[in-house]
């Protein structure tokens, strides 16, 4: 089946430093790969839409200079929080589809602590 | 637009039955079931993409309405191991996935 390796599992960082989040398809090409944001006991919230090859589309309300994307191969996309804060501490995963039709795969989540 | 679940939380005994509902305004492309366990990554559990489908795995069983406004998860026979929150996910062209609210599962000895 589909596997979608994500690291670093989780992180510790400083506010104000930057933090990089990867999210590798291992077995199969995504063109397309989705970073989700999750709180305590809340729903995934969809964060972007990574495409390969081009810039990512940010949902509504997601600050696209805070939360870089870089699709740069078919198998990897990485999230990078820029300037981080206690504010963006959360469980951030990424999740891959391989194709129309298919179920979504998610990676193991990268928690994020911002101290 | 976020698919609307209910209910939020259900507790079962062990080998008792559950449903899960999960409706939108508009018709759906697909909807998708997950099951997200404490501190893990949602995992799959199914996909229904025409409406008036139904499918199932082992004791769990998913249906998709006619109008494809509204699915429902059905659980039998639960185990403690179907402990847990369980999301449907909505898409168009099974891209920008929105999830429910998730309904959490407590499965009791």
């Known amino acids: 089946g589909a596997v979608v390796s994500q690291h670093p599992s989780w992180v510790i960082c400083k506010s104000g430093t930057s933090v990089k989040i990867e999210c590798r398809s291992l077995d199969f090409q995504a063109t397309t790969m989705f970073w989700y944001r999750q709180f305590p006991k809340q729903s995934l919230m969809l964060m972007a839409t990574?495409?390969?090859?081009?810039?990512?589309?940010?949902e509504q309300g997601v600050e696209k200079d805070k939360f870089l994307i870089n699709h740069a191969s078919l198998t990897l996309s990485t999230l990078t929080v820029t300037s981080a804060h206690p504010e963006d501490s959360s469980f951030y995963i990424c999740?891959?589809?391989?194709?129309?039709?298919?179920?979504?795969?998610f990676g193991s989540g990268t928690r994020l602590t911002v101290v | 637009q976020q698919p609307v679940q209910s209910p939020q939380a259900v507790i079962l005994r062990e080998g008792e039955d559950a449903v899960i509902n999960c409706s939108s305004s508009?018709?759906?492309?697909?909807v998708h079931w997950y099951r997200q366990k404490h501190g893990e990554a949602p995992v799959f559990l199914m996909i229904l993409l025409k409406g008036g489908e139904q499918k199932g795995h082992e004791k769990i069983s998913a249906s998709f309405n006619e109008k494809k406004q509204q699915s429902s998860l059905y659980l039998t026979a639960s185990q403690l191991s179907y402990s847990g929150t369980y999301f449907c996910g909505t898409g168009v062209n099974n891209n920008d996935m929105r999830f429910g609210a998730g309904t959490r599962l407590t499965v009791k000895p």
């Open positions: 508009k018709a759906l492309y697909s």
């Open positions: 990574s495409n390969e090859g081009s810039k990512a589309t940010y």
């Open positions: 999740s891959a589809t391989q194709g129309p039709g298919g179920g979504y795969t």
